[in-house]
């Protein structure tokens, strides 16, 4: 476990250097009537947050000379195109009005803003690195009675006016707000050119809040206090419940095993020996229940795949907890994740050949490569497919070719050589499988078992007790993610994280012990399923969300949301599968070492 520890402190130190870019430095300081920076980013359906596109893909008032700006690996990987706009704001200067650009629509520009209004498409832009969003139009419906029916009309309006409303503390500024003036919008209709002004006011509000707290009012005004009382009262409620469930289990446990045990052990009572002799039970299982489960190479590659994750999962909820991911670092979340994967991947290579090696395996190096595929060609494929749908459609969620480039050239330079190189540790690492007793040659025979001790059965308990325990956080989470809300209590999403490991540890645990109880050695294999089930069910509910609990419609976000969920269920079904594995071979161990084998 060095180099694992080792490979995790590496890790948070590289993205805390990388990421955690702090907010003083990166601000701006004004002085009376500097130009503030006010950049375009894009526009796109409300309802589907991945569907985005450029914001000059409408008809909106653009300069002459387009200037991108340049963006991080997470901002590209979020789907940031932002150029310059033709707005003149100056900081502490108050316009009432102000045009942007005079011109008329042509039909097809009618028709493109039309559309997008229908669609309730919205725009993005950054106020001094602050984001705001506004909707493009707004659609009136009518219904008017002419004599015995009624005549409904749609009216479809292009707001053409917008207000900023800017909050400063000294020579920074704090606090952006966009509004729309409905008394100057325009009404577009077809049959016509339509000649549009488009405009702008600015007003400026003095603050007593601190430039550092900036970011504390930014979510405080997208979250609320009242949704946090609700997700600490939803979290205690699942904590309550978790600490019954394992209580109980394991008073189910130590009892049934102290009677098991002192049954065997009681060697001076002869009817205790004699009932021994005909009895069944996980005792008898003594020499087969270390005996190697089939398709050693994968099993291992799959438990080392599930320990980096397992890493780098708490290594960005560590991240998350010192603040690196405030709501103004764009994109550093999918920065460190990516930077992350590449950095913990000895973690996988150490893990795996350890294993595969005390298991008997000999083709270490095949292992390695494996190991360093298992996560990563899955991940490759499900990219290509929503990249390609992303191109076709002509999104910004599509990633430049220089950006896919980058991070194959980080897979194949920094994570493929890690794991290699973890790989050769593990192996010099690679003792003998430390079994408390002998596995004999001829494998026992496996008596019929009823259904609810079956596999699949199994595999559904030890999936949905820890899905309840987190179902309710998954469901805020699922809803800033894939919605326009900041996701900041990261607190609260640590605790469900350790709660979901708790859960997933006991449940195996005690569905290994009614396995071997019914005289099934095969717990390897079945313990990992039973860990890595909860994957299973996350898929599940993220297809009832996408359905039944969200406004998100169309091939592009469809294939979005279905193709990166299914890679977070499976990196899921690896890390639980990986924490139900470990501990049901320290529980075996640990029963089998304390019984006395002849």
Known sequence: MTVAMRAAGCAILAILAIAAAPQTEAA???SFRDPVSVIVNNVGPFNNPAETYEYYSLPFCAPKDLQSEDENLGAVLAGDRRVNSLY????????????????????????????????HYVFEMFVDDLPVRGFVGEVERYSRRFDNHYHNETHVYLFAHLDFSIAYNGNRIIAVNLTTDPMQ???????????????????????????????????KSAIGDQEVEIHWLSIINSFVLVLLLTSFLAIILMRVLR??????????????????????????????????????????AMVGNGAQILALIANILILSMVGTFYPGNRGALYSAAIVLYALTASIAGYIA?????????????????LTACLFA????????????????????SALP????????????????????????????????????????????????????RTAPAQMFVAGFLPFSAIYIELHYVFTSVWGHRVYTLFGILSLAFVMLLIVTAFITVALTYFQLASEDYRWWWRSFLSGGSTGVFIYAYAAFFFLERSPMSGVLQGTFFFGYMFMVAYAFFLMLGSVGYWMALRFVRKI???????
Not at 90 to 119: H, P, T, Y
Not at 264 to 280: I, P, R, V
Not at 377 to 396: D, E, K, L, Q, R
Not at 446 to 451: D, E, K, Y
């Open 401 to 452: 070719f220089g950006t896919i480039f980058l991070i194959i050239a980080l897979w194949a330079l920094v994570t493929f050589p890690l794991t290699v190189l973890g790989s050769m540790r593990g192996k010099n690492a690679a003792g003998k499988f430390e079994a408390p007793g002998k596995t004999t040659r001829v494998a026992r025979e496996i008596p019929p078992t009823p259904w609810y």
């Open 353 to 369: 050949t350890k294993m595969y090696v005390e298991m008997g395996g000999k083709r270490w190096a095949t292992n390695a490569v």
């Open 88 to 119: 003149d704001i100056r900081f502490g200067v108050d316009v009432e009005w102000q045009a942007l650009c005079r011109f008329r629509l042509s039909q097809d520009e009618i028709k493109a803003f039309v559309d997008a209004i229908q669609r």
């Open 592 to 598: 089998y070492g304390s019984i006395k084998v002849d």
């Open 259 to 300: 009677k098991d045990l002192a049954m065997y052990m009681d060697d001076d009572d002869e009817e205790a020996a004699a009932a021994e002799e005909e009895e069944s039970g996980w005792k008898l299982l003594h020499a087969d229940v270390f005996r190697m489960p089939p398709n050693v190479m994968l099993f291992s």
């Open 377 to 396: 060609v899955p991940a490759f494929a499900i990219f290509s497919i929503v990249n390609t749908v992303a191109v076709t459609y002509g999104s910004t």
């Open 185 to 219: 919008r325009l009404l577009l209709e077809f049959g016509k050119d339509t000649p549009v002004e488009f405009s702008f006011s600015v007003h400026w509000k003095k603050t007593s809040v601190a430039f550092l707290d900036r970011m504390s009012l930014h979510q």
């Open 28 to 30: 701006n300081r004004y």
